[in-house]
């Protein structure tokens, strides 16, 4: 089996790494050479971590990475795929017109994927010809660690697609569980809203950044406290979603925070920035509140 994977990001790259490792020909694709590099940069550094650890051999890096082949060229990437996974920036124009080329561009039996966290499958499928083949491939960050695959159905996804699909995520290692297609699927119709009582707490002045990660770690047994969960994620992608959820089901308890609007606004997007909830001048190991919210 084949696969393609739009997009070289974080996502991207870990969505191939997962393929390759797991003995599938994969064709990385990005419009962008530099990111392809990275991207495959990325890959060899997450394998390093393996082989130091004693889960991989230099051998099997050797085979993982020989397996990724890069393309700038969607058509040229897509031609020969079994299934494509789109893991492009999560906005709905871009992802609409990726897959009217997918249409033209792979064969009629192709299975086309959306990594997409909260965008709706069924208006995906739409603009193509084959509604039933198109699916939704909720990959969890970081992609090589995290066992979950939201395996989202859309209005017209077959069932043997679904089916397909569900094993295939078992063959990575993965553990898949199936959801409908409505806003936010389940992962991000429950996570979204939290993070952003997390921020409303934070705005309105209920505790500080520090207090409110903290209650949320020690109290409910969470790795990572949601504002700093909100940072990994990107405030960006964040708002994005729950401007998804607000539209979709036009209730106002998924508005989002107007502190968050500001601070993406501001060019405040989490890690990727370097500037969010905490400051990430120095990395991503010591935690630092950013300055705004420091107590004075």
Do not use: W
């Not at 990111?35 to 393996?50: E, H």
């Not at 051999?57 to 990724?68: C, D, F, G, V, Y």
């Not at 992962?187 to 903290?214: C, K």
């Amino acid at each position: 089996m084949n696969i393609a994977v739009i997009g070289s990001g974080t996502m991207g790259n870990g969505i191939a790494h997962v393929f390759a490792q797991n003995n599938f020909s994969v064709s990385l694709i990005d419009i962008s050479p530099d990111s392809l590099a990275k991207a495959l940069g990325t890959i060899s550094k997450n394998l390093d971590r393996m082989v130091a650890k004693g889960t991989a051999t230099e051998e099997q890096k050797a085979e993982t990475l020989q397996r990724i082949a890069t393309f700038t060229s969607l058509e040229e990437g897509v031609k020969d795929a079994d299934l494509v996974i789109e893991a492009a920036t999560e906005n709905v124009d871009i992802k609409l017109d990726l897959f009217r080329q997918l249409e033209a561009f792979t064969k009629p039996s192709c299975i086309l994927a959306s990594n997409t966290s909260s965008i709706s499958i069924t208006k995906i499928a739409s603009v193509t010809q084959r509604p039933d083949k198109v699916i939704g491939m909720h990959f969890m960050n970081p992609v090589p660690v995290m066992k979950l695959v939201e395996v989202i159905r859309g209005y017209s996804t077959s069932d043997g697609v679904t089916n397909q699909i569900l094993d295939l995520s078992k063959l990575l290692g993965k553990i898949p569980a199936e959801a409908n297609d409505y806003p936010g699927f389940v992962a991000n119709r429950i996570l979204m809203p939290m993070i952003n009582e997390a921020i409303y707490s934070l705005f309105e002045g209920v505790a500080g950044v520090e207090e409110i990660d903290t209650i949320m770690k020690l109290g409910m047994a969470h790795p990572m406290g949601p504002l700093q969960l909100a940072d990994f994620i990107g405030l960006d992608v964040c708002l994005s979603i729950l401007r998804v959820l607000h539209d979709g089901f036009g209730n106002p308890k998924y508005a989002p925070c107007p502190l968050l609007v500001n601070m993406v606004q501001a060019g405040h997007k989490g890690v990727k920035s370097g500037q969010g909830f905490y400051s990430y001048t120095h990395g991503t190991k010591d935690l630092v509140v950013a300055d705004t919210f420091k107590k004075r």
